[in-house]
């Protein structure tokens, strides 16, 4: 590569005029963003996503989970596209940044080749991938699992929000359920950029995050059964109160998590549903959604093997049945050593300070990188703070990630 490309930096001031017309589309009265996977304003955001691109020269393609992908022809007709994207939906009361930079910081990426009229030998596509979030349908990431293989498109097409509106009718809705056959085969590797989303970068005051790899991370639901009965008369010595049993599983859980918290492990219940949730009624049934994250992937699942251990003592001590019910799990692994290599090449001939790192929060990037190489690269955000509609950026706080994924991109492409 050219010294006269090593020295290209993206307009941070028309990127963030990009982050600001989204910030406009689904804004909460708070100033943060409610753009659920799929609603109407995802559509609008959608809308002028595919507008920017094309009048940016790329070609639009949707697949049939709606990913939007967005090609700028490379000059080698054998090479692979090297695919740079995150999402444009938010959590319920999200932020402006979350997804969105990764998405529009690659947008600027093109316009910049653009601006310098630079070639590339593989072509660059941009990509946003549909519902990576999960806060309408579950699960999340569920565009970039469908691009793996991973998730079944039926599957993915099937999942219901709160109303009964399936995801696929959701797409037909805002008219992105698209016909194109795209799949992880077709791509030389992902580069997503991302806001950190906790405190380290900020604390630090570090430039540049290099995602080394992510947190080995175990969800699981857990059904407790009790029974139902009077809470007057019913002695304690008779009651099998469920909800009592979700307490001793909450701690259960809780233990585990301090029991590595000096390794960086950590538990979370995050989530509990309870029946019949009456007055005056003993609840015979809890269904709770918990988490185990761990640095390293042997280690998380010790924390699940612990948590099955201690079932029998929790069904002993409550009076109730007890039963993991689903689990999934995610991260546990390193991204790939040759695109980390260049993030941090990159960060250094720019005169960057980086912080490696893993990423403890999911990314649709961890799914991709079970099929191709594949990257990530945190910008640091105030006070890391996330999911959350104060979560704020400055222009200082991405300018450098931008740059670092505008050169590690175009190391990857080869600028020609
Ligand atoms: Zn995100």
Same mark, same amino acid.
């Given at each position: 590569?050219?010294?006269?490309?090593?020295?290209?930096?993206?307009?941070?001031?028309?990127?963030?005029?990009?982050?600001?017309?989204?910030a406009?589309?689904?804004?909460?009265?708070?100033?943060?963003?409610?753009?659920?996977?799929?609603?109407a304003?995802?559509?609008?955001?959608?809308?002028?996503?595919?507008?920017?691109?094309?009048?940016?020269?790329?070609?639009?393609?949707?697949?049939p989970?709606?990913?939007?992908?967005?090609?700028?022809?490379?000059?080698?007709?054998t090479?692979?596209?090297?695919?740079? $994207?995150?999402? /444009? !939906?938010?959590?319920?009361?999200?932020?402006?940044? @979350? =997804? &969105?930079?990764?998405v529009? +910081?690659?947008? *600027?990426?093109?316009?910049?080749?653009?601006?310098?009229?630079?070639?590339?030998?593989?072509?660059?596509?941009l990509?946003?991938?549909?519902?990576?979030?999960?806060?309408?349908?579950?699960?999340?990431?569920?565009?970039?699992?469908?691009?793996?293989? $991973?998730?079944? /498109? !039926?599957?993915?097409?099937?999942?219901?929000?709160? @109303? =009964? &509106?399936?995801?696929g009718? +959701?797409?037909? *809705?805002?008219?992105?359920?698209?016909?194109?056959?795209?799949?992880?085969?077709?791509?030389d590797?992902?580069?997503?950029?991302?806001?950190?989303?906790?405190?380290?970068?900020?604390?630090?005051?570090?430039?540049?995050?290099?995602?080394?790899?992510?947190?080995?991370?175990?969800?699981?639901?857990?059904?407790?059964?009790?029974?139902? =009965?009077?809470?007057?008369?019913?002695?304690?010595?008779?009651?099998?109160?469920?909800?009592?049993?979700?307490?001793?599983?909450?701690?259960?859980?809780?233990?585990?998590?301090?029991?590595?918290?000096?390794?960086?492990?950590?538990?979370?219940?995050?989530?509990?549903?309870?029946?019949?949730?009456?007055?005056?009624?003993?609840?015979?049934?809890?269904?709770?959604?918990?988490?185990?994250?761990h640095?390293?992937?042997?280690?998380?699942?010790?924390?699940?093997?612990?948590?099955?251990?201690?079932?029998?003592?929790?069904?002993?001590?409550?009076?109730?049945?007890i039963?993991?019910?689903?689990?999934?799990?995610?991260?546990?692994?390193?991204?790939?050593?040759?695109?980390?290599?260049?993030?941090?090449?990159?960060?250094?001939?720019?005169?960057?300070?980086?912080?490696?790192?893993?990423?403890?929060?999911?990314?649709?990037?961890?799914?991709?990188?079970?099929?191709?190489?594949?990257?990530?690269?945190?910008?640091?955000?105030e006070?890391?703070?996330?999911?959350?509609?104060?979560?704020?950026?400055?222009?200082?706080?991405?300018?450098?990630?931008?740059?670092?994924?505008?050169?590690?991109?175009?190391?990857?492409?080869?600028?020609?």
């Amino acid at each position: 590569m050219t010294t006269r490309h090593n020295n290209i930096r993206a307009d941070i001031g028309r990127l963030w005029a990009s982050l600001m017309r989204s910030a406009e589309i689904g804004t909460t009265p708070k100033g943060g963003l409610k753009r659920l996977a799929l609603s109407a304003d995802d559509g609008v955001m959608r809308r002028e996503f595919v507008e920017w691109c094309e009048a940016a020269g790329c070609k639009v393609e949707i697949d049939p989970i709606g990913n939007i992908f967005a090609f700028r022809p490379g000059t080698d007709p054998t090479a692979k596209p090297v695919l740079v $994207g995150s999402h /444009l !939906d938010t959590q319920i009361k999200g932020g402006r940044f @979350d =997804g &969105i930079l990764g998405v529009l +910081a690659g947008l *600027e990426l093109v316009r910049t080749l653009n601006d310098h009229g630079i070639q590339t030998r593989h072509p660059v596509a941009l990509v946003n991938w549909t519902n990576e979030e999960g806060a309408r349908f579950e699960p999340p990431m569920i565009g970039s699992g469908v691009f793996t293989g $991973g998730k079944a /498109l !039926d599957f993915a097409l099937s999942r219901t929000d709160k @109303d =009964g &509106i399936t995801l696929g009718q +959701a797409l037909g *809705e805002i008219g992105f359920q698209g016909k194109a056959k795209i799949n992880a085969d077709m791509f030389d590797s992902l580069f997503e950029l991302h806001i950190e989303q906790g405190p380290r970068l900020d604390d630090a005051k570090i430039q540049v995050g290099i995602v080394t790899g992510a947190f080995g991370v175990r969800g699981f639901v857990v059904e407790v059964t009790g029974e139902t =009965g009077h809470v007057g008369p019913t002695p304690m010595a008779k009651r099998h109160n469920a909800l009592v049993g979700a307490a001793h599983v909450t701690l259960a859980v809780e233990e585990i998590g301090w029991s590595e918290a000096q390794n960086h492990g950590k538990s979370t219940t995050m989530r509990v549903k309870v029946e019949p949730n009456l007055l005056g009624i003993l609840p015979d049934f809890v269904e709770m959604t918990c988490d185990f994250r761990h640095p390293e992937e042997p280690s998380v699942i010790k924390m699940m093997d612990a948590f099955k251990a201690r079932i029998p003592e929790l069904e002993e001590r409550s009076r109730c049945r007890i039963a993991v019910k689903e689990g999934w799990a995610y991260g546990g692994m390193r991204f790939d050593a040759d695109c980390v290599d260049l993030v941090r090449d990159a960060a250094q001939k720019a005169g960057y300070s980086t912080l490696d790192l893993l990423t403890e929060a999911g990314h649709d990037a961890m799914h991709v990188a079970e099929v191709l190489p594949a990257a990530m690269i945190f910008t640091p955000c105030e006070g890391g703070l996330s999911h959350n509609e104060a979560e704020n950026v400055s222009l200082a706080d991405i300018e450098p990630g931008v740059n670092v994924l505008l050169q590690a991109v175009l190391a990857r492409a080869g600028a020609v």
